[in-house]
DNA sequence: TCTGGGGTCCTAGGACCC
DNA sequence: TCTGGGGTCCTAGGACCC
């Protein structure tokens, strides 16, 4: 059994909470937020929860039930989640020898180096203070693995009498089976719904049964990532902390359109677009692409003929160049478009991602052209950081059409936008008029 | 009228090579 | 009449995560 001690810090209802944080008069009420272009239910506050909205509920088979019941809706503001995601994870990376940011809103800790028994008192402190300076609610859970410490996370989320704590290292072998014997099998990470549904018809329904199911079985039906998970729930470590961030490997930016969109030009439009922002975030991360994919899709829950077709092509060299990648996107999408479509979405992927600065020269690639194109590069993105987003961009993403997402119940980017700080109200007392 | 977006890993099967 | 076997690489599809 390992000395190791696991522990991750996931934001209740993150995107929920940030809403909250600028407007407490939404506590203790029916809150959800939306997908992109308001398409179904991606967060919920409690009391939504409990009004049984599901999770990725379609938008609009509920308007008339938001309205009925009085549930305030957000289209998703992620300009806001981003930055209120960083102050949590800083005020995280302060408090534990190491912090794993795992997703925007969750974050492994080592806690190793501490004592078992200072556990409890020192995650009620990172609790208090995340709550206290950023007025984000925290669930904090710890194990000797991830895989336990995601469980502890759990019930100390679901368990109201834990305060939004919960130790499991604390328990000997007897106790934490009788705690995995209450925590079903869908309910593990790592066990999705295909495997949950798998594992109950072979009569194996709590993480304590899974616990003690035979390796050969597992990985004959579970596959070498069933086996990692279910061996984790035994105390021993098949998933260690990530040092550094592994490198990417592919880079995606798709959108649903807000219309349907039959034409070509309109769709090229997107797809520049798309192709211009992803190329943009290679370029702050410091990356090139070598391989480049463009799909486009019709909305698969209409009865309308349906088409979706997927092109790609391998550059001779990495590139992170804007209009030789929005050039190349738009010779790909021509290759697949058909007319006779009604499209709903469109997308751009990039893969066989590398380092600029370890990039592979094409064969007839003159260097003098690559440094132009990388001056160019970075003298139109320091302007688009200082003047705002799309201050300079490729002339054929200048229309908006149909396309454009949908976002009617956004809130204001409070944190990051001059123009959207949150207006404040000074109350006079009435004593003073 | 209206159903998100962005990732990773694993496996099976085909193509190809010697 | 007889028609191998093993390795590698690639891709599509399926599973998972948030």
């Not at 020192?122 to 895989?147: A, L, N, Q, Y």
């Not at 592979?360 to 302007?383: A, P, S, V, W, Y």
Request: some cysteine; glycine content about 6%.
């Amino acid at each position: 059994m390992s000395d190791e001690i696991f522990g991750l810090a996931d934001c209740n209802n993150f995107y929920v909470s940030c809403e909250r944080v600028f407007d407490p008069s939404l506590e203790e009420r029916p809150v959800v937020v939306l997908s992109n272009n308001d398409g179904c239910v991606i967060a919920r506050s409690n009391e939504a929860k409990a009004m049984g909205i599901p999770m990725g509920a379609p938008a609009f088979k509920y308007r008339e039930y938001f309205q009925k019941y009085g549930i305030t809706v957000f289209s998703s503001n992620y300009t806001l989640y981003d930055n209120m995601s960083e102050r949590v994870m800083s005020i995280l990376a302060d408090s534990a020898p190491f912090i794993e940011v795992y997703s925007i809103d969750e974050a492994f800790l080592d806690f190793s180096s501490l004592k078992r028994f200072h556990m409890p008192s020192f995650c009620r402190d990172i609790r208090e203070k995340i709550r206290s300076w950023t007025g984000i609610p925290v669930s904090i859970g710890t194990g000797r693995t991830k895989t336990l410490a995601k469980i502890a996370n759990r019930i100390a989320k679901k368990d109201k009498s834990t305060g939004g704590i919960f130790n499991m290292e604390r328990y000997c072998e007897n106790d934490l089976d009788m705690i995995l014997a209450v925590i079903d099998v869908g309910d593990i990470w790592g066990i999705g719904k295909k495997y949950a549904q798998f594992l109950r018809k072979s009569n194996i329904n709590t993480a304590k049964d899974l616990k003690y199911t035979p390796d050969e079985w597992i990985l004959k039906y579970l596959t070498v990532e069933g086996l990692r998970t279910t061996t984790e729930l035994r105390g021993r470590i098949c998933i260690p902390f990530r040092e550094k961030r592994p490198a990417r490997k592919q880079l995606v930016v798709s959108r649903s359109f807000g219309k349907d969109v039959t034409d070509l030009e309109e769709i090229s439009e997107s797809v520049s677009e798309f192709a211009s922002r992803a190329a943009e975030k290679l370029r702050k991360e410091g990356l090139t692409a070598s391989s480049i994919a463009v799909f486009i899709q019709t909305n698969p829950f209409r009865n309308d003929p349906q088409y979706h077709n997927i092109s790609s092509i391998k550059l001779p060299a990495g590139t992170s160049y804007t209009p030789e990648i929005v050039q190349t996107a738009i010779l790909l999408l021509k290759k697949i478009f058909r007319s006779g479509y009604s499209y709903k979405k469109s997308g751009v992927i990039f893969s066989e991602i590398g380092k600029t600065d370890t990039r592979q020269m094409g064969l007839f690639e003159k260097n003098k052209n690559i440094d132009r194109h990388q001056d160019l590069m970075r003298t139109i993105d320091t302007i688009n950081t200082e003047m705002g987003k799309n201050y300079i961009r490729p002339a054929i993403t200048l229309n908006r059409h149909r396309w454009e997402m949908k976002s009617s119940f956004r809130s204001s980017r409070y944190t990051t936008n001059w123009d959207e700080l949150p207006s404040v109200r000074i109350c006079h007392d009435e004593n003073e008029k």
